[in-house]
């Protein structure tokens, strides 16, 4: 997983709170894309982005937010964290011609 | 949308026993296919890919044809080792629109 970096990888939150997940990458790639990852439920894309300063919403972008201010970051925000926002969530990245996908090493996010 | 649907699990097989694992595909276009394999406690691996139809996909002894015909993408692998209980994820990139979609995964367990 060299290359993508998700922080922080473990967090507890209280309903109601918010906070951001950081994902950073050194490839240069223009996609990045944002899974949480449910028991069953396989991964489910939340939002993604095509390039710098553009976002898309994926499957379930109900409760966050996301922004794409510098090419390498990718942020995901929780505005008022829910106990159904518990989930280990994914961050990922390609070249646009690629079909090589690297992933980051996961955060545990726990919604109490 | 675009979707992958893969068979439910969870797997259970012998060692040595043949493996297939069901993946078909809606999408608009000619997407990427792709396997990832994660190990408990781990994160998403790449297991193999194609990406055109009659393309066929290797590696470990999994093999997974692109077939335009039947939308499909099925693992397959001849004689399962213990080592290779996981879940199984098949995905697909949309070359048009830039989403990364992933199945549900389908866990695997291969028993001595």
């Known amino acids: 997983n060299a290359g993508v970096t998700q922080t922080p990888k473990f967090r507890v939150l209280k309903t109601g709170q918010s906070m951001t997940l950081l994902c950073a990458q050194d490839?240069?790639?223009?996609?990045m894309y944002w899974y949480r990852q449910d028991p069953g439920m396989g991964l489910r894309l939340i939002h993604y982005?095509?390039?710098?300063?553009?976002?898309a919403k994926g499957e379930v972008p109900d409760g966050y937010n996301v922004s794409r201010l510098k090419k390498q970051n990718f942020l995901l925000g929780l505005e008022s964290a829910a106990p159904s926002q518990t989930s280990v969530y994914f961050c990922?990245?390609?070249?646009?011609?690629?079909?090589?996908?690297?992933f980051g090493e996961g955060s545990w996010l726990t919604v109490v | 949308g675009d979707s992958v649907t893969q068979m439910e699990g969870p797997v259970t097989l012998s060692e040595e026993a043949f493996l297939t694992i069901n993946c078909t595909y809606t999408?608009?276009?000619?997407?990427?296919l792709f396997w990832y394999v994660q190990y408990p406690g781990e994160g998403l691996q790449l297991l193999l890919k194609?990406?055109?139809?009659?393309d066929k996909g290797s590696n470990k002894g999994f093999e997974a044809t692109y077939r335009k015909e039947t939308t499909s993408f099925h693992l397959e692998k001849g004689s399962v080792q213990v080592s290779d209980s996981a879940v199984y994820f098949c995905?697909?990139?949309?070359?048009?629109?830039?989403?990364?979609?992933f199945g549900q995964g389908t866990e695997l367990s291969v028993k001595p």
């Open positions: 490839m240069n790639h223009e996609y």
């Open positions: 982005s095509v390039g710098e300063g553009t976002t």
């Open positions: 990922a990245s390609r070249e646009t011609a690629g079909n090589t996908i690297y």
């Open positions: 995905a697909l990139i949309d070359n048009q629109g830039g989403k990364l979609i």
């Open positions: 194609a990406t055109k139809a009659d």
């Open positions: 999408a608009t276009g000619y997407p990427s």
